[in-house]
């Protein structure tokens, strides 16, 4: 495992991740493993609950699990929901993943009507069908409804690794690029412009979620995704 | 579609995996890490780690621990053994856990699932019942109470299967859910350590009652006792410890038996 993060151990190349990518801290549990999950993978990433870090970072990511109304309270508390704002206006790489989806949308109707980041239109429902079991716990698959880059290299069909109870029904139904079939066919991946939100856990997705990640890390490193794994040598 | 989950557990003490059988006499050792890295090859879909320490060391080196295979494995894995507060489980969660599970705290005082579901979600609140095949009178009010179609009940146990709580498990595991329990994982300790397969009536009837998952635990000893309790037995997912630990059966031999037999796994 690649955890060095010192330019001086690298190629010239390795100055462009002088910068890493910057998971947000706002008390919602599992950010360790998202971290290191992307220095699994070779890519620098650091842990922050500061908008002023938030607010220099080359990418962001929003992992977390919990409870949606918690969560808005705790970044909105932090300043980090307009930290957030700014980020994705400048046009910087967002992943939101699991509850950091959910928060992408408008609003949610767990516990109470809650308002979200709303940087998609759209709002997170709560699975309804007598007959499964929720939460939506375990490995499910990934139907790939559109190309995108977040998704390069992954198979169809491939399974994903899903723990939760709502889920997000986008408005505009273009920003969907994977659909996960429980009952409904909810979008488990969604994206438009540089962001991006992932239901399930790429960091607990094994081989799938890790080439999502670096993916991820490719674009965010402005070079396309082989060109990065090369340069990572 | 979802896949049905097999969940190798490792039970740690002092920092080492060991295996009980019927809960007594505890044998052997290994490097939990090692092992969780081995299981994540053969591509389990999950894991479990009981502690069975019950000191602050323990605590300490098991956090530790926690933070090894978060670092190294990159499939969910659940935490549980001597969870008392919400602080513990917020301390486990933020060293890499995804799901923390309880027991005996959450029979002694309930809300600690409220408190939790309400602080990390219900995904991360499991519930782990011991349950125990009794014949007494039980804690019912009348005949309808008690489960059906036998002439006992399921008791349930604490304190790593040694104090009888006067509960009955189907009540039990309803209120856990209703509590805001994600899921429950179902031990039966009449069946555990025997090999002779799960206790299909046990998990059935648990399945039935609750809307959320199922984890069947407790007597899995050949590949079919797997394909039972995900069929028969209403499982979401199936747990094995001494099997996979002392390499009687791979976690890869479980899932190509569950494929060739219409189950779906993962591959």
């Known amino acids: ?3 060095s993060h010192n330019p001086s151990t690298g190629s010239g190349r390795r100055t462009q991740y002088a910068a890493p990518i910057t998971i947000i801290d706002y008390g919602m549990g599992n950010l360790r493993s998202v971290q290191k999950a992307f220095e699994h993978i070779g890519a620098g990433a650091v842990i922050t609950a500061d908008a002023g870090i938030v607010d220099k970072a080359p990418a962001l990511v929003l992992p977390g699990v919990g409870a949606f109304g918690d969560a808005m309270r705790n970044l909105r508390d932090a300043g980090l929901d307009t930290a957030i704002h700014r980020t994705v206006e400048a046009g910087k790489p967002f992943l939101g993943i699991c509850l950091g989806q959910q928060l992408m949308f408008e609003e949610s109707e767990e516990m109470g009507q809650h308002r979200g980041l709303g940087l998609l239109r759209g709002r997170v429902r709560r699975f309804r069908n007598g007959k499964l079991k929720v939460p939506h716990i375990g490995w499910n698959q990934i139907h790939i409804q559109r190309n995108d880059p977040i998704l390069a290299g992954v198979p169809p069909e491939s399974f994903a690794y899903f723990v939760h109870s709502y889920y997000v029904e986008p408005r505009d139904p273009d920003v969907i690029l994977a659909t996960t079939d429980y009952g409904i066919d909810f979008a488990s991946i969604v994206g438009r412009d540089r962001m991006w939100g992932i239901q399930f856990h790429p960091e607990k997705s094994q081989d799938v979620g890790l080439r999502i990640l670096r993916n991820f890390a490719g674009i965010v490193f402005g070079t396309d995704e082989t060109q990065w794994a090369q340069a990572r040598g | ?81 001597g969870i008392r507060t919400v602080d513990d489980m917020r301390i486990i969660l933020r060293a890499g856990a995804d799901k923390i599970s309880v027991n005996t705290a959450a029979v002694e005082n309930p809300h600690i699932i409220n408190e939790g579901a309400e602080r990390f979600g219900t995904q991360c609140i499991v519930v782990a019942i011991d349950a125990k095949w009794e014949t007494s009178a039980g804690p019912f009010d009348s005949a309808q109470d008690r489960p059906e179609g036998g002439d006992g009940w399921w008791q349930t146990y604490t304190h790593g299967g040694r104090k009888p709580r006067g509960l009955d498990a189907l009540k039990w595991a309803k209120e856990a859910e209703a509590r805001g329990a994600g899921e429950i994982l179902l031990t039966s300790m009449d069946t555990d350590g025997t090999q002779n397969g799960y206790n299909l ?67």
């Open chain 1, 1 to 3: 495992m690649d955890t």
């Open chain 2, 1 to 81: 579609m979802l896949a049905k989950r097999i969940i190798p557990c490792l039970d740690v003490h002092a920092g080492r995996v060991v295996k009980g059988v019927q809960f007594v006499n505890l044998r052997d050792a290994g490097d939990p890490v090692e092992q969780a890295q081995v299981y994540d090859r053969e591509r389990a879909d999950e894991l479990v780690f009981l502690d069975i320490t019950a000191s602050h060391e323990g605590r300490d080196i098991m956090l530790n621990i926690v933070r090894r295979v978060a670092d190294t494995v990159f499939i969910p894995f659940t935490v549980g053994g």
């Open chain 2, 201 to 267: 009536d046990l998990t059935r009837a648990v399945s039935d009652a609750v809307s959320i998952p199922v984890i069947a635990s407790g007597g899995a000893g050949r590949l079919e006792h797997f394909h039972a309790a995900l069929t028969e037995g209403g499982a979401q997912a199936a747990l094995a410890a001494s099997l996979f630990h002392y390499r009687q059966l791979s976690v890869g031999d479980v899932k190509e038996y569950l494929r060739e037999h219409g189950v779906l796994v993962r591959p």
